[in-house]
C-alpha cells in the first residue's frame, strides 16, 4: 500500500486567542495542544509533516522527534500553508488535520483514510453535523455529493442554516491535491488561499469528492479562542477521570478534580473532592489523596496517604509514607517508606529515611534525614548564611527535640539528642546530648516578694 503522509497544520496567527504565545502551544490537560493532533496523526501515518509559523523552535521542542517541520513564513490562510509542505510528502495519500482539535480520535481518522482508498477518492472530507454550525465551513452538495465547502464569513444566510460542517479533516489523493491547490485564489472574505477551496476545484473538474461523518461530532470542536479552550479541557478532564474510574480508581467528585493526561494512578487509589494532580506524576495502589491537595511532576508508592491540603512538586514518596494535612513539598524530596510529614511542615531539597518523622511545624531544606530519626515541632534546618546554601546530615536513630534551631552545614550522628530549644551550630557525635540554650535560673519564693513590693501601701 502507498505510504501515508500526515500533515498538521499549526501556522495560524491564533488571532482569536489574543495570546503572545503560539495556539498550539497553550496547554491542554497537562499537554501543549499540539501533542494531541500529532498522537492522532502517528497513530496511522508513515510519516508526519508538522507546518509552523516562523520562530516556532518551542513548537519544534514541544513537538518533539519523529516529525518534520515545514515554515509558512507568511500566513496566507490554509491552502498556502498546506503548499508548503509539498516536498516533504510522499506520492501516497495526504491526510491533512489542524493542530487545534484535540479530541479527534486516530480510529475515525483511520475510518476516513480507509473509505477515501476504498472509494478511490479524489479527496474525502470529514464532516460533522453539529446543532450550531457557526463559524465552520459549510459543505454544500448537489445531488447528494459534496460540491463545495464555503467559509461562514462568505456563506449567504441559506447556506449558513447548514448544519453539515467541515472539521478541517481531509485525505487527499496528491497528485490531484498538488494540482488543485496551484488553482487556488485568494478571492474570499479574508483574502487568504482556502485549502477548503480545492474540493470545489475537485468537483468542478469531475473528481470523486467522498464525505465521512464523524461518529461523534464532539470530535470537530476547534479551539480557536479561550472558552473553546476551556470547553475542550472539561471534556478532555472528563475522558481522563473515566479511564481512572474504569481502571479501579475511586474519584469521589469528579467535578472538582482536575487530573492532567500525563497522570496514572493504581487501582483502589481514592482521589478526595477538590484534588490537582498535574504534570508526570504516578500514584501505586490504595493510596488516598486528601482533599485540596495539588501534586505536581511526583511519584508515590503504594498505601500512601496524603491528608488534606498537601501542596508537592516534584517528590519522589516511598510505600506507606503519611504526608500532612498542610505539608508543603517543595522540588526534590525524597520520603523513605512509612516515613510521616505532617502539618505545616515544609521541605525542599530534603531525604528523609524510612520510619523517619517530621510531623509537625518544620522547615527542613538541603538535608538528609537518616533512618527512624524524630524531628521535633519547630524545628528549622537554617541552610542559609545569606549568601549560600548548606546541608545538614541527620543520621539514623537521631532525636531533634523541639523548637531546635540546626544551623548548617552541620552533622548530627547516629543516635544523637538535641535537646528542646537548642542553636545547634556544631556537629554533634554519635550517642551524645547537645544542649545549647540558655540555663534555666529558679528563684524559689520570688513571686512572693514580687506581691509585696508591689502591694499598695496600707492606709
Ligand atoms: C478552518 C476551515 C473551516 C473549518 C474549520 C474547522 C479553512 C479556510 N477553513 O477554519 O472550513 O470548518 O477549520 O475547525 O480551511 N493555519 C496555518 N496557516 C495559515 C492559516 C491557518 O497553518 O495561514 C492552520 C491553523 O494553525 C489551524 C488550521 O490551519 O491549525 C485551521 O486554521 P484556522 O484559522 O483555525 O481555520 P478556521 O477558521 O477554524
Ligand atoms: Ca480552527
Known amino acids: 500500500m502507498d505510504r501515508l503522509t500526515a500533515v498538521i497544520l499549526a501556522a495560524g496567527e491564533a488571532k482569536r486567542m489574543r495570546s503572545r504565545q503560539p495556539k498550539v502551544l497553550h496547554p491542554l490537560c497537562g499537554r501543549p495542544l499540539i501533542a494531541y493532533a500529532l498522537r492522532t496523526a502517528r ?21 518533539g522527534d519523529g516529525a518534520t517541520f515545514v515554515e509558512q513564513r507568511e500566513r496566507l490562510g490554509t491552502g498556502h500553508a498546506l503548499g508548503q509542505a509539498r516536498a516533504a510528502c510522499g506520492d501516497g495519500p495526504i491526510v491533512v488535520l489542524a493542530a487545534d482539535m484535540p479530541l479527534l480520535s486516530s480510529e475515525t481518522l483511520e475510518r476516513l483514510v480507509a473509505h477515501h482508498r476504498g472509494a478511490g477518492a479524489a479527496a474525502t472530507v470529514l464532516t460533522a453535523v453539529v446543532d450550531r454550525p457557526q463559524g465552520y465551513g459549510r459543505i454544500l452538495r448537489q445531488g447528494g455529493r459534496v460540491k463545495r465547502i464555503v467559509e461562514d464569513r462568505d456563506a449567504t444566510d441559506d447556506q449558513k442554516k447548514i448544519t453539515e460542517i467541515n472539521t478541517s479533516v481531509y485525505c487527499f489523493e496528491a497528485r490531484r491535491l498538488w494540482k488543485a491547490l496551484a488553482e487556488v485564489r485568494p478571492d474570499n472574505e479574508q483574502g487568504e488561499y482556502y485549502l477548503t477551496d480545492v474540493i470545489g476545484i475537485l468537483a468542478k473538474a469531475g473528481s470523486r469528492i467522498e464525505a465521512v461523518a464523524a461518529p461523534d461530532p464532539i470530535e ?9 479552550l476551556a470547553a475542550v479541557a472539561a471534556i478532555l478532564r472528563r475522558r481522563i477521570l473515566d479511564r481512572l474510574m ?9 467535578a472538582s478534580t482536575y487530573i492532567e493526561d500525563t497522570v496514572t494512578i493504581g487501582p483502589d487509589t481514592v482521589v478526595e473532592p477538590q484534588v490537582v494532580i498535574e504534570g508526570v506524576t504516578t500514584f501505586g495502589t490504595e493510596c488516598v489523596i486528601g482533599s485540596g491537595s495539588h501534586v505536581t511532576a511526583s511519584r508515590f508508592g503504594d498505601r500512601v496517604a496524603l491528608k488534606p491540603y498537601c501542596i508537592i512538586n516534584d517528590a519522589v514518596v516511598e510505600d506507606g509514607a503519611t504526608l500532612g494535612p498542610f505539608c508543603h513539598l517543595r522540588p526534590g524530596c525524597h520520603i523513605g517508606a512509612k516515613a510521616k510529614v505532617g502539618n505545616f511542615a515544609e521541605l ?25 530519626v524524630n524531628i521535633g515541632a519547630g524545628t528549622v534546618t537554617c541552610n542559609y548564611d545569606g549568601v549560600r546554601k548548606h546541608e545538614t546530615k541527620i543520621a539514623d536513630g537521631a532525636f531533634v527535640g523541639t523548637n531546635s534551631s540546626l544551623v548548617a552545614p552541620l ?24 544542649v545549647a540554650r540558655g540555663q534555666q535560673v529558679v528563684k524559689e519564693g520570688w513571686a512572693a516578694g514580687k506581691v509585696k513590693k508591689h502591694a499598695r501601701p496600707e492606709e
Not at 496511522?44 to 509552523?52: H, K, M, N
Not at 470537530?220 to 473553546?228: E, S, T, V
Not at 474504569?246 to 469528579?254: E, F, K, L, N
Open 411 to 434: 552533622t548530627i550522628g547516629e543516635g544523637a539528642y538535641i535537646g528542646a530549644g537548642s542553636t545547634i551550630t556544631q556537629d554533634v557525635p554519635p550517642g551524645a546530648l547537645a
Open 348 to 372: 525542599k531539597k530534603s531525604r528523609i529515611g524510612r520510619g523517619s518523622k517530621v510531623p509537625h511545624v518544620s522547615y527542613v531544606g538541603d538535608t538528609t534525614v537518616g533512618e527512624d
Open 220 to 228: 470537530a470542536l476547534g479551539i480557536n479562542d479561550r472558552k473553546q
Open 246 to 254: 474504569a481502571d479501579g480508581v475511586t474519584i469521589v467528585d469528579p
Open 43 to 63: 497513530a496511522l501515518a508513515d510519516r508526519t509533516v508538522v507546518v509552523t509559523g516562523p520562530n516556532a523552535d518551542d513548537v519544534r521542542v514541544a513537538a
